[in-house]
C-alpha cells in the first residue's frame, strides 16, 4: 500500500521519502522502486529512510501511516517527538494521515498527534518481492476516500492532500464523514482472515463463514450505534471500479493473506474481526465467528501457518460449541 501510493505520488514529481525495514530497504536503496499498475510499469528512486533519525522535517511535510495496525503505536511513537525545522514537533506540527484498514489507528493517532486524516482504501496492492511492488485496480489503482478524523484537521490540506492522489492517477473523494466510509470497509475486511486461514478458493463453507462474520458486526455495530455508510452511496462510489489481472502477475490474495505467505509473524486480526469482538463484548453481542477467526489466525501468524491451512467447515463447527 505505502510503496504503490508513495511509488506513484514519486513518478508525477510529488517530493516523497520512502521509509522501509530489511530487504525492502535494502532493495530501495540500490534500485528503486518498482510500481505495476493496469496502465504499465514505472520505476522512481525517491529518497529512502528507515525510520524518523534519516528525515529532516519540514512544516509543509504531511505524514503517511501505511503500516499494518498492529504496528501502529510503535510507528506513531517513533515519529511523534521527530524535530520539525522552525521549531516543534511532528505530533505537535504535522498532519498524519492513516491509510489503513481498521478503524482504530485515527484514535492511536489522535493520542499524539494534533492534526489526523483518515482514508478508506479501495487498493488492491500486492508486495511481489523487495522493491517491486503492484495494485490491480481498474480504470484507476485504487479509491482512496479521505477525511478529517477529527474536527482539527485542515480542511484545505485534506483537499491538497487528495488534489495531490488525483494527479498521481487515483480517485480521492473527500467527505467530511470518513470514518463512516472506514466502518463500511472494516465489515467487508472481516473476511481477510477467512481468505488467510482457507485459502483464495470460493465454496459455500466459505461464503457461510464470511457472511456470518459480517452479520455480526453489522449486528454488533448497530449496537453500538456507530453509523456505516450507506449501501447505495457505497455502491455508487466503487461502480465501474474493478480489479484486473496485470501481465505476468497471478491473482493472489489480500493483505491478511499476504502477511502468512510472507511470514511476518503477525497479523491484523486483532484489529479487524477483534474490533467486533471488542464492541460485541462492550454491547452484549455475541460474536462466535469473529472470536473464532480472530484466534486461528493470530494463531496461524504466530506458528507460521499458511493460508489452507484449515477449512471453513472445520472453523464453522467451532462457532457452535
Same mark, same amino acid.
Given at each position: ?24 530497504? *535494502? ?12 496502465? !504499465? ?40 517527538? @521527530? ?23 485515527? @484514535? ?33 489503482? +485504487? ?18 492532500? &487528495? @488534489? ?30 477467512? *481468505? ?14 464470511? &457472511? ?14 456507530? &453509523? ?9 462510489? @466503487?461502480? +465501474? ?21 510472507? !511470514? ?49 467447515? &472445520? ?7
Amino acid at each position: 500500500m505505502g510503496g504503490v501510493v508513495g511509488g506513484l505520488l514519486a513518478s508525477v514529481g510529488k517530493d516523497v521519502v520512502l521509509v522501509a525495514r530489511n530487504a525492502q530497504l *535494502e532493495a530501495l536503496r540500490t534500485r528503486g522502486l518498482e510500481v505495476t499498475t493496469a496502465s !504499465g510499469t514505472v520505476r522512481v528512486e525517491p529518497p529512502v529512510a528507515a525510520g524518523p533519525q534519516d528525515v529532516e522535517l519540514r512544516a509543509d511535510d504531511v505524514l503517511v501511516l501505511a503500516v499494518k495496525s498492529q504496528d501502529t503505536p510503535a510507528a506513531l511513537g517513533d515519529w511523534a517527538d @521527530r524535530p520539525v525545522a522552525g521549531g516543534g514537533t511532528a505530533a505537535e506540527r504535522l498532519p498524519v494521515v492513516c491509510a489503513q484498514n481498521g478503524v482504530d489507528n485515527e @484514535r492511536e493517532a489522535l493520542r499524539r498527534f494534533a492534526s489526523v486524516v483518515a482514508m478508506c482504501v479501495w487498493l488492491p496492492a500486492t508486495y511481489l518481492e523487495p522493491g517491486r511492488v503492484s495494485a490491480g485496480g481498474t480504470p484507476v489503482p +485504487g479509491v482512496l476516500t479521505v477525511g478529517p478524523a477529527a474536527p482539527v484537521a485542515d480542511p484545505d490540506l485534506v483537499t491538497a492532500y &487528495a @488534489r495531490d492522489l488525483v494527479g498521481a492517477g487515483f480517485d480521492a473523494p473527500v467527505t467530511a464523514d470518513v470514518m463512516q466510509w472506514k466502518y463500511r470497509k472494516l465489515l467487508s475486511n472481516l473476511g481477510n482472515a477467512v *481468505e488467510a486461514l482457507c485459502g483464495t478458493t470460493r465454496n459455500d463453507a466459505v461464503a457461510e463463514l464470511s &457472511a456470518r462474520a459480517e452479520a455480526e458486526g453489522r449486528a454488533v455495530l448497530s449496537a453500538a450505534g456507530v &453509523a456505516v455508510l450507506d449501501e447505495a452511496v457505497h455502491d455508487a462510489a @466503487r461502480a +465501474g471500479f474493478r480489479m484486473t489481472r496485470l501481465p505476468g502477475q497471478e491473482r493472489t490474495g489480500g493483505s491478511s493473506w499476504q502477511s502468512l505467505v510472507r !511470514g511476518t509473524g503477525s497479523i491484523e486480526a486483532d484489529h479487524l474481526n477483534g474490533e467486533i469482538v471488542l464492541l460485541g463484548r462492550l454491547h452484549g453481542v455475541a460474536t462466535p465467528v469473529n472470536a473464532v477467526l480472530q484466534r486461528h489466525a493470530r494463531q496461524a501468524a504466530r506458528t507460521g501457518a499458511t493460508p489452507g491451512s484449515t477449512t471453513a467447515g &472445520a472453523l464453522l463447527s467451532e462457532t457452535s460449541v
